[in-house]
Nanobody, 119 residues
Framework: QLQASGGGLVQAGGSLRLSCTAS????????MGWYRQAPGKERELVAT???????NYADSVKGRFTISRDDDKNTVYLQLNSLKPEDTAVYYC???????????????WGQGTQVTVSS
């Protein structure tokens, strides 16, 4: 129901674009977003976008990452610029009916896509 793609290996300072395509009934849900999880760390919020297009970012990615959505394609994007080694993680696309940033309360999760940033 959520299909993520676009991860890969990139050098520090490089860019990637992640895509998440959702089935129609999920795409119209209240909140879409991206989380990430690095080895040995908890899953953390990266960015969210509401059905109306309002966005929210983790402080660590503000000014470098951009979340957007294409309603015609039922797809949410995460543009990752100026990547740093500490951005290395598995990135998960997710959807929530609630307006919450607690990952345990999100309803749908994609399979994850690996982003690796080399120094």
């Amino acid at each position: 129901q959520l299909q993520a793609s676009g991860g890969g290996l990139v050098q520090a300072g490089g860019s990637l674009r992640l895509s998440c395509t959702a089935s129609g009934n999920i795409f119209s849900i209240n909140l879409m977003g991206w989380y990430r999880q690095a080895p040995g760390k908890e899953r953390e919020l990266v960015a969210t976008i509401t059905y109306g297009g309002s966005t929210n970012y983790a402080d660590s990615v503000k000014g470098r990452f951009t979340i957007s959505r294409d309603d015609d394609k039922n797809t949410v994007y995460l543009q990752l610029n100026s990547l740093k080694p500490e951005d290395t993680a598995v990135y998960y696309c997710a959807a929530s009916r609630l307006n919450t940033y607690n990952p345990r309360q999100w309803d749908y999760w994609g399979q994850g896509t690996q982003v690796t940033v080399s120094s």
